[in-house]
């Protein structure tokens, strides 16, 4: 399969086996590489950018024996997506020495990132609506006189029930949503599954109404209302 016919968190920080072909040459930096090495084990992150990345931990021959260098601490190399796109990958099942080089790595790549922000990352109802290459942006539906329209929004924090992000690309039509806008949007479901409704956003609200918003927000959440559903408070 290609990487594009995965689920962002069926790999998102775990292990894929690419069939790399000329690109393990990018490791020769750290390994000899052989012409039969052609396998990479990577794993993924997200930079600060808010790129997809992939780590390369290992090369070798085959999908089974990939581990030629996975006792090196440092990484091989970095792949972007464009560099795999067109790569057959599969999932690798991790192992021991998988994880014991990944965590520090993944852990140092990612230090910083907000725990709202991972939560989201990790929840596997925004894969189909994700942009591939950088994850954390979602396609978020719009109801603007009449017409319902598709923008999107960087993906920031959840509080209470709303998905909290900032625009970065704005309807072709002409609407009221500004590139950069703080937006506040509610799951749904629909007839093609996941998806986000805009529902408001900082530059249509004046100070009453965005203090009722956090209002709104701070009793939800104290009534264990997120948008994960409810939950019953022991």
């Known amino acids: 399969m290609l990487i594009t016919d995965y689920r962002f968190t069926d790999y998102y920080q775990q292990y894929l086996t690419f069939e790399a072909d000329d690109l393990t040459e990018k490791c020769r930096d750290q390994i000899d590489v052989n012409t039969d090495d052609c396998y990479a084990l990577c794993s993924s992150w997200v930079n600060e950018d808010g790129e997809l990345m992939f780590n390369v931990l290992a090369i070798g021959s085959d999908w089974a024996t990939c581990t030629k260098g996975l006792d090196k601490p440092e990484m091989l190399a970095q792949f972007t997506l464009d560099d795999v796109r067109d790569c057959t990958a599969r999932i690798a099942v991790a192992d021991f020495d998988m994880i014991t080089k990944n965590g520090p790595f993944i852990k140092q790549a990612e230090q910083g990132t907000d725990e709202e922000l991972m939560r989201l990352r990790l929840d596997g109802r925004f894969d189909d609506i994700r942009d591939y290459q950088y994850p954390d942006i979602v396609q978020v539906l719009y109801v603007y006189e009449g017409q319902l329209l ?79 559903g409810i939950h019953i408070k022991s």
Request: aromatic share 6%.
């Open 150 to 228: 598709t923008c999107a929004m960087r993906m920031k924090e959840s509080q209470g029930p709303f998905v909290i992000g900032e625009i970065t690309d704005l309807p072709d039509e002409d609407t009221d949503i500004n590139f950069g806008e703080v937006t506040y949007t509610l799951p749904c479901i629909g007839p093609d599954g996941f998806g986000l409704v805009r529902v408001c956003g900082d530059d249509s609200m004046d100070s009453e109404e965005a203090d009722d918003l956090q209002k709104m927000i701070a009793e939800l959440t104290a009534d264990g209302i997120d948008f994960d």
